[in-house]
């Protein structure tokens, strides 16, 4: 088992930047990569980066693109995402999720965090 505990949502201004936290515990050893997702009020949850946790290699989706940064603190089995330029669009709910298969993919994302709000007014 897997438990992930996101922090370092908030509210920003349109153009602010925010740096959100999911630290990992239990059985770290077994997660092949993590990512980030997010979901917005009346929308599916997408998914925004992953990170490998092996080599660090790291994949963005269009809608984040740019303005984020994935990156691991393997030592405190912490993924950070940075956020910069925010836009209003971005008001979601952000989840942190860990992969334990062999493959990473975007649907085998099979541990979750509860989640951190970002709000971004203009």
């Known amino acids: 088992q897997v438990q992930l505990v996101e922090s370092g949502g908030g509210s920003v201004q349109a153009g602010g930047s925010l740096r959100l936290s999911c630290a990992a515990s239990?059985?770290?050893?077994?997660?092949?990569?993590m990512g980030w997702f997010r979901q917005a009020p009346g929308k599916e949850r997408e998914p925004v980066a992953a990170?490998?946790?092996?080599?660090?290699?790291?994949y963005y989706t269009y809608s984040m693109k740019g303005r984020v940064t994935i990156s691991q603190d393997s030592a405190k089995d912490t993924v950070y995402l940075q956020m910069n330029s925010l836009k209003r669009e971005d008001t979601a709910m952000y989840y942190c999720?860990?992969?334990?298969?062999?493959?990473?993919?975007?649907?085998?994302?099979?541990?979750w965090g509860q989640g951190t709000q970002v709000t971004v007014s203009s």
């Open positions: 999720a860990a992969h334990v298969g062999p493959k990473c993919s975007w649907l085998g994302f099979g541990y």
């Open positions: 239990g059985h770290t050893d077994s997660i092949n990569c």
């Open positions: 990170i490998y946790t092996g080599d660090s290699s790291t």
